[in-house]
C-alpha cells in the first residue's frame, strides 16, 4: 500500500472511493457503467454503448468477424481499465487501417490499441462518417482520461469531500427547515378549519375532523415531495463535485431542466385553452343566469312568458340549465388541457360507460319528474294521497317527491311510481291551498231529513279548524232500503289540520246528534226498539272522560 508523502494517506483510498463511490450512484441511476447495451432494433441487430468513467465514449454497431458488438465493448473497456495512471495525459492518436477492402480507423495511447471504429458503426439515420464518429470518441475520451487524473489529485478530492460534507450539513438544516413549517403550516390551517367550519358543526355533523385528515395528508405529501426535491438536488451537487461522477451529475441535472422545461412549456401551451375554457364558462354562466331571472320572474308572476306558467317554471329552469351547461361542456371540451391525449379519452370512454350503464334508472326518474313538472298534478305544500300515503308534498325534486304525513313522518316516493298511479290532490282546486274534506252518516227515514243538514253544519260550525267561507253543506248521496245516506263537505283552510279537522268533527257530530236525540245507526230491524238509542248529555262524560 503507497502513502501519499504530504497528506499521509493511502493512495489506494484515493484510487478506489470515487469507483466505490459512483459504482453505488450508477446502480441507484443507471445501467452498470462498464457496458451499456441498447435495446434490439427493428431488424434483430444489437448495439453497444462503451461507457468509460461514467460517460458515454462511443456505440459499437458492426460485428467484425466473429467478434460482436456487446464483445467490441466488453474488449475495449478491458484495454481502457489497464492503462497506467502515468499514460492518461499523453494525447490519443487516430490512425487509419485496411482490413481486406474495408477502411477504419482506431484510437491508440502510445501505441497501445483502444479500441477502432469500423464503416459499420457510422448510424445510418444521422449524417456522420468514420472520420466525425473516431474524432468524437477522442475528443470524449480524452476527457474522460482529465476526469480521472483531475480525480488523483489529493486538493481535488478534499474539495469534492468538503463541498459534499457541507452540502450534507445543509441539507439537514434544510429538512429541519421543512418540517418546522410543516408543523407550523399544519397548525394554521387547522385553526382555519376550525374557524371556518364551526357554523357547520354547530348543525349537528362535526365537518372538522375531515378537514383536519384531509390537511394532514396534503402537508405530508407536499412535505415528502420536497424532501426529496432536496436530496435530489444534493446527490446531484454531490456527483457534480467528484471528476469522475461529474457525468452522472450532468445526467441528472439534465432530467430536472429537462422536467421543468417540459411542465414549463406544457404550462404556456396550455394558458390559451385554459382561457378559452374559462370565457365559454363565463359566457355560459351569464346566459344561465339572465335565463333564471326571466324565468323566476314568470315564476312570481311578475312577466308572463308563452308556454311557461308559474306552476311549470322550475321545471323549465332546470332543463334549460342542463341544456345551457352540456351545450358549453361540448364547445369548451376541445380546449381542455390534455383532452386529446389517449389517457383523457380512455376516461372519457370509461365515465361514460359508467354513466350510460348505471344511470338508466336515474334517467327515468327524471323524466318523470319532468312529467309531473308538465303535468301539474302536484306542488309543494298540497295535500294530497298517493296510494297508501297521504300527507303535505314538501318537495317535488328530479328524482322523487317527499311528502310529510300527519304522523310528521317524511315519506320519499319515486317519481316513476307517481307517474304509474293515482295521485289525488285535496289542495289544487281551492284557493291559498286550502283542502276540502267529508265524511258520512247514515240515518233513518223517521229522521227529518232537514234536521240532519242542520245539525251536520251545526256540528262543522264547531270546529276551529273548518273555513267559515265557503260554508259547509251537506249531500244525501243515497236513499238505501233501510236508511239515507247523508255526506257534509267542508273545508279545511291548511291542509295539514286535515287529520284533526276531522277527528274533531266526528266528535262534535256525535255530540250534536245526541243533544238534539237522534240516533247515529243504520237501523236494520224487523221492529222498531222502544227508544231511540242515543247517548244523553248527563252521560257525555262519563268516567275516564273529563269536561
Same mark, same amino acid.
Given at each position: 500500500?503507497?502513502?501519499? *508523502?504530504?497528506?499521509?494517506? /493511502?493512495?489506494?483510498?484515493?484510487?478506489?472511493? /470515487?469507483?466505490?463511490?459512483?459504482?453505488?450512484?450508477?446502480?441507484?441511476?443507471? /445501467? *452498470?457503467?462498464?457496458?451499456? #447495451?441498447?435495446? $434490439?432494433?427493428?431488424?434483430?441487430?444489437?448495439?453497444?454503448?462503451?461507457?468509460?468513467?461514467?460517460?458515454?465514449?462511443?456505440?459499437?454497431?458492426?460485428?467484425?468477424?466473429?467478434?460482436?458488438?456487446?464483445?467490441r465493448a466488453e474488449l475495449s473497456l478491458a484495454r481502457l481499465s489497464d492503462i497506467d495512471d502515468a499514460l492518461l495525459?499523453?494525447?490519443?492518436?487516430?490512425?487509419?487501417?485496411?482490413?481486406?477492402?474495408? !477502411?477504419?480507423?482506431?484510437?491508440?495511447?502510445?501505441?497501445?490499441?483502444?479500441?477502432?471504429?469500423?464503416? &459499420?458503426?457510422?448510424?445510418?439515420?444521422?449524417?456522420?462518417?468514420?472520420?466525425?464518429?473516431?474524432?468524437?470518441?477522442?475528443?470524449?475520451?480524452?476527457?474522460?482520461?482529465? =476526469?480521472?487524473?483531475?480525480?488523483?489529485? /489529493?486538493?481535488?478530492?478534499?474539495?469534492?469531500?468538503?463541498?459534499?460534507?457541507?452540502?450534507?450539513?445543509?441539507?439537514?438544516?434544510?429538512?429541519?427547515?421543512?418540517?418546522?413549517?410543516?408543523?407550523?403550516?399544519?397548525?394554521?390551517?387547522?385553526?382555519?378549519?376550525?374557524?371556518?367550519?364551526?357554523? =357547520?358543526?354547530?348543525? @349537528?355533523?362535526?365537518?372538522?375532523?375531515? &378537514?383536519?385528515?384531509?390537511?394532514?395528508?396534503?402537508?405530508?405529501?407536499?412535505?415528502?415531495?420536497?424532501?426529496?426535491?432536496?436530496?435530489?438536488?444534493?446527490?446531484?451537487?454531490?456527483?457534480?463535485?467528484? *471528476?469522475?461522477?461529474?457525468?452522472?451529475?450532468?445526467?441528472?441535472?439534465?432530467?430536472?431542466?429537462?422536467?421543468?422545461?417540459?411542465?414549463?412549456?406544457?404550462?404556456?401551451?396550455?394558458?390559451?385553452?385554459?382561457?378559452?375554457?374559462?370565457?365559454?364558462?363565463?359566457?355560459?354562466?351569464?346566459?344561465?343566469?339572465?335565463?333564471?331571472?326571466?324565468?323566476?320572474?314568470?315564476?312570481? @308572476?311578475?312577466?308572463?312568458?308563452?308556454?311557461?306558467? $308559474?306552476?311549470?317554471?322550475?321545471?323549465?329552469?332546470?332543463?334549460?340549465?342542463?341544456?345551457?351547461?352540456?351545450?358549453?361542456?361540448?364547445?369548451?371540451?376541445?380546449?381542455?388541457?390534455?383532452?386529446?391525449?389517449?389517457?383523457?379519452? &380512455?376516461?372519457?370512454?370509461?365515465?361514460?360507460?359508467?354513466?350510460?350503464?348505471?344511470?338508466?334508472?336515474?334517467?327515468?326518474?327524471?323524466?318523470?319528474?319532468?312529467?309531473?313538472?308538465?303535468?301539474?298534478?302536484?306542488?309543494?305544500?298540497?295535500?294530497?294521497?298517493?296510494?297508501?300515503?297521504?300527507?303535505?308534498?314538501?318537495?317535488?325534486?328530479?328524482?322523487?317527491?317527499?311528502?310529510i304525513t300527519p304522523t310528521n313522518a317524511e315519506v320519499t316516493i319515486p317519481n316513476s311510481v307517481l307517474v304509474e298511479?293515482?295521485?289525488?290532490?285535496?289542495?289544487?282546486?281551492?284557493?291559498?291551498? =286550502?283542502?276540502?274534506?267529508?265524511?258520512?252518516?247514515?240515518?233513518?227515514?223517521?229522521?227529518?231529513?232537514? !234536521?240532519?243538514? #242542520?245539525?251536520?253544519?251545526?256540528?262543522?260550525?264547531?270546529?276551529?279548524?273548518?273555513?267559515? !267561507? $265557503?260554508?259547509?253543506?251537506?249531500?244525501?248521496?243515497?236513499?238505501?232500503?233501510?236508511?239515507?245516506?247523508?255526506?257534509?263537505?267542508?273545508?279545511?283552510?291548511?291542509?295539514?289540520?286535515?287529520? *284533526?279537522?276531522?277527528? &274533531?268533527?266526528?266528535?262534535?257530530?256525535?255530540?250534536?246528534?245526541?243533544?238534539?236525540?237522534?240516533?247515529?245507526?243504520?237501523p236494520q230491524f224487523y221492529e222498531p226498539p222502544p227508544q231511540p238509542l242515543i247517548v244523553p248529555k248527563e252521560r257525555?262524560?262519563?268516567?275516564?272522560?273529563?269536561?
Amino acid at each position: 500500500m503507497l502513502i501519499h *508523502p504530504s497528506l499521509g494517506i /493511502p493512495v489506494r483510498i484515493f484510487r478506489s472511493w /470515487p469507483r466505490i463511490l459512483g459504482l453505488l450512484l450508477m446502480l441507484l441511476t443507471c /445501467p *452498470p457503467a462498464w457496458a451499456q #447495451a441498447d435495446m $434490439p432494433d427493428s431488424d434483430g441487430a444489437r448495439e453497444e454503448t462503451l461507457t468509460f468513467a461514467n460517460g458515454p465514449i462511443f456505440t459499437f454497431r458492426e460485428t467484425i468477424g466473429t467478434v460482436t458488438p456487446r464483445e467490441r465493448a466488453e474488449l475495449s473497456l478491458a484495454r481502457l481499465s489497464d492503462i497506467d495512471d502515468a499514460l492518461l495525459s499523453h494525447e490519443i492518436e487516430l490512425k487509419g487501417i485496411t482490413i481486406g477492402d474495408r !477502411q477504419g480507423i482506431v484510437l491508440t495511447l502510445d501505441g497501445r490499441l483502444l479500441f477502432g471504429v469500423a464503416p &459499420g458503426d457510422v448510424n445510418p439515420e444521422a449524417p456522420e462518417t468514420i472520420e466525425t464518429l473516431a474524432a468524437d470518441a477522442k475528443g470524449k475520451l480524452t476527457a474522460a482520461f482529465a =476526469a480521472r487524473l483531475e480525480q488523483r489529485r /489529493p486538493i481535488v478530492l478534499m474539495r469534492a469531500i468538503a463541498i459534499s460534507i457541507g452540502s450534507a450539513i445543509a441539507l439537514l438544516g434544510l429538512v429541519w427547515l421543512v418540517w418546522q413549517l410543516r408543523i407550523r403550516f399544519n397548525d394554521w390551517a387547522n385553526a382555519l378549519i376550525a374557524r371556518s367550519l364551526q357554523r =357547520a358543526t354547530k348543525g @349537528g355533523l362535526d365537518w372538522r375532523r375531515y &378537514g383536519y385528515a384531509f390537511t394532514a395528508r396534503v402537508v405530508q405529501l407536499m412535505t415528502t415531495f420536497t424532501i426529496l426535491a432536496l436530496i435530489y438536488l444534493w446527490v446531484t451537487l454531490v456527483l457534480t463535485a467528484f *471528476p469522475v461522477t461529474q457525468p452522472l451529475g450532468a445526467q441528472l441535472s439534465h432530467i430536472l431542466f429537462a422536467l421543468m422545461q417540459k411542465l414549463g412549456e406544457s404550462v404556456v401551451s396550455a394558458i390559451p385553452g385554459v382561457v378559452t375554457v374559462a370565457v365559454i364558462v363565463l359566457l355560459a354562466q351569464a346566459f344561465n343566469l339572465s335565463i333564471s331571472n326571466v324565468i323566476e320572474a314568470a315564476e312570481q @308572476g311578475n312577466v308572463r312568458i308563452p308556454l311557461i306558467d $308559474p306552476e311549470t317554471a322550475g321545471a323549465t329552469k332546470k332543463i334549460l340549465r342542463i341544456l345551457i351547461w352540456g351545450i358549453a361542456l361540448a364547445v369548451a371540451y376541445p380546449y381542455i388541457p390534455g383532452s386529446d391525449s389517449l389517457a383523457f379519452q &380512455g376516461l372519457s370512454v370509461l365515465f361514460g360507460l359508467m354513466v350510460s350503464l348505471g344511470s338508466t334508472g336515474v334517467v327515468s326518474q327524471m323524466m318523470s319528474g319532468t312529467v309531473l313538472a308538465y303535468s301539474r298534478s302536484l306542488r309543494p305544500g298540497d295535500y294530497v294521497q298517493i296510494d297508501a300515503h297521504e300527507g303535505t308534498v314538501s318537495e317535488v325534486g328530479a328524482i322523487s317527491t317527499k311528502l310529510i304525513t300527519p304522523t310528521n313522518a317524511e315519506v320519499t316516493i319515486p317519481n316513476s311510481v307517481l307517474v304509474e298511479n293515482t295521485v289525488i290532490n285535496f289542495s289544487q282546486r281551492l284557493k291559498g291551498g =286550502a283542502s276540502l274534506i267529508s265524511t258520512k252518516v247514515t240515518i233513518g227515514y223517521d229522521t227529518p231529513w232537514r !234536521q240532519v243538514h #242542520a245539525m251536520l253544519t251545526m256540528a262543522a260550525d264547531k270546529i276551529p279548524q273548518i273555513a267559515k !267561507q $265557503p260554508a259547509p253543506y251537506v249531500y244525501q248521496r243515497a236513499l238505501t232500503d233501510f236508511y239515507v245516506e247523508y255526506e257534509l263537505f267542508a273545508v279545511v283552510t291548511r291542509p295539514v289540520d286535515r287529520v *284533526p279537522a276531522l277527528s &274533531g268533527l266526528h266528535g262534535a257530530i256525535q255530540d250534536v246528534f245526541n243533544e238534539y236525540g237522534v240516533q247515529i245507526m243504520s237501523p236494520q230491524f224487523y221492529e222498531p226498539p222502544p227508544q231511540p238509542l242515543i247517548v244523553p248529555k248527563e252521560r257525555w262524560f262519563t268516567a275516564p272522560a273529563k269536561e
